[in-house]
Every structure is written in C-alpha cells, then in structure tokens.
C-alpha cells in the first residue's frame, strides 16, 4: 500500500471511532506515559495538541503539568517549520489554516527542544522499526532532523504496523504509545 493509500484508510478509521472510545484511548496512552522512566524526572515535555480525531493529548499535559513538568507545544508556521510555545490552558487560542488550534504565546525557537525529557509526535501509524507515517506535510520531519532527544509518537493499538512506507528523510520514533501499553523500538 502507498503512503497516499494506508493514509487514507488509517483516517477513515479514526473518523469511524466513537467519541468515547477516542476518550478512553487518550486516557489509557497517558497513564502508560506518565509511569514511563523518561518522565520521571522530566523537567520539560514537548507535545503536541490533538486533533480531534487523534489519540488525545489533553489527559497527558494535564498530568505532565500537576507534576510541575513544563510543556512546549508546536506552532506552524507559514514556511513549513515549526517552533514552539510554553502551553498554557488559559492562553487563547488561533485556528491555524491546517485546523490546528495553536496557543497565543511567546515563540521559544527550535532549541526549546534541547531541554526536554521527551519529544511526543503525532502519527498515523508507526511500524516495528520505529517509522513514523504523518500527514504528508512533514513538518516534524523538518522540526526533528538534529534533535537527539527521546521521541514518542501517540497511535492508536491497531495503528501500531509491521511496516510502514517510509523515506530516508522521515525522522523515525524511539517509542510508539498505545491504549494498550508503550512499545519501545529495539
């Protein structure tokens, strides 16, 4: 199957999924991160907001932030890279032109990444090696090629693959987190 192809199927079937089970997905992926040795001590997390179709990110930062951890989430901006931004749940927010509801805040440059604990990324699917399959643009591709720090995408349990379709330049994942439990890229 073509990238273009598992794409496609892969959002047919997160549309197809009820709120409540995309509920308890997001549940489950942040009480497995939560407990993973890389948070433990995390001072700094970079995450993304979901989606509403992805696997939910708002159980996550709202755990990472009662244990004091700082969190940047991305910004896109208009030449396909992104920078980030300190999350704040208060701040407003700007609908970006791709549907992505942005924090207002001050940019921080791409070196924000340098202190964190964990790089969490959105994904489509991820495979066994640790290929990623986004949507297309690749702007994490972009924001990741010189980090060496920790990255996790967020799947669903059967968004978890074999093998994936994949390019020299996509930034492969150290570590996929499911409903089902966390799957570390040997």
Same mark, same amino acid.
């Given at each position: 199957m073509s990238k273009d192809e598992l794409r496609g199927e892969l959002l047919r079937r997160r549309r197809d999924m009820t709120e409540a089970v995309r509920t308890e997905a997001a549940e489950a992926i942040a009480l497995h991160l939560l407990a993973a040795p890389v948070i433990s001590t995390a001072r700094r997390v970079a995450c993304y907001v979901s989606m509403a179709t992805e696997p939910g990110t708002a159980p996550l930062i709202a755990g990472l932030m009662a244990r004091g951890v700082e969190v940047?989430?991305?910004?896109?901006?208009?030449?396909?890279?992104?920078?980030?931004?300190?999350?704040?749940?208060?701040?407003?927010?700007? !609908?970006? =032109?791709?549907?992505?509801?942005?924090?207002? /805040?001050?940019? %921080? #440059?791409?070196? +924000?990444?340098?202190?964190?604990?964990?790089? !969490?990324? =959105?994904?489509?699917?991820?495979?066994?090696? /640790?290929?990623? %399959? #986004?949507?297309? +643009?690749?702007?994490y591709d972009r924001a990741l090629a010189e980090t060496t720090r920790p990255l996790c995408a967020l799947v669903f349990t059967h968004e978890l693959l074999e093998s994936v379709p994949h390019e020299p330049h996509d930034i492969p994942v150290s570590m996929a987190a499911t409903p089902n439990g966390l799957f570390r890229v040997p």
């Open positions: 940047v989430v991305p910004l896109s901006l208009a030449d396909g890279t992104l920078d980030w931004v300190t999350y704040d749940p208060a701040a407003p927010t700007t !609908v970006t =032109p791709l549907g992505i509801a942005e924090p207002d /805040g001050e940019p %921080l #440059g791409a070196s +924000a990444l340098d202190d964190c604990a964990l790089i !969490v990324v =959105p994904a489509l699917a991820v495979d066994h090696a /640790g290929h990623r %399959l #986004g949507r297309g +643009a690749g702007y």
